[in-house]
């Protein structure tokens, strides 16, 4: 997301900041307006570094509902697509017979 950013922010120009009420943009901006495509692979580059370091301190959980279905630091290792499908399809299931219990359907006797 943030890659995505800044690549709008550099690949835009200096119109855009000016939308946003900057005026004096730093020298920085400058420096990625007049080098564009060396700009965009550092942006690349570092937050490719950035990801693979947060990869690796093992900081990767999967929550639904607020409620972890996938930690790297539990499994030892990421999931596959299929796998988070399959928790998800569960914790749904799980969640709908789980509130489907707490219902108090009448008796047949009841019925009559």
Known sequence: MLRILLFIVILAGPQFLQQL????PPAIYQWSQDNKITACLLVFFICNQLE?????TGAFEVTLNDQVIW?????????NLQEILSHIEN??????IQDSSEYDFPDDDDLS
Not at 52 to 56: A, C, K, L, R
């Open 52 to 56: 693979s370091q947060f990869m690796s």
């Open 91 to 96: 914790k749904q299931q799980f969640t709908t």
């Open 71 to 79: 930690s790297k630091l539990d499994s030892g290792r990421l999931p």
């Open 21 to 24: 009420g900057i005026q004096n």
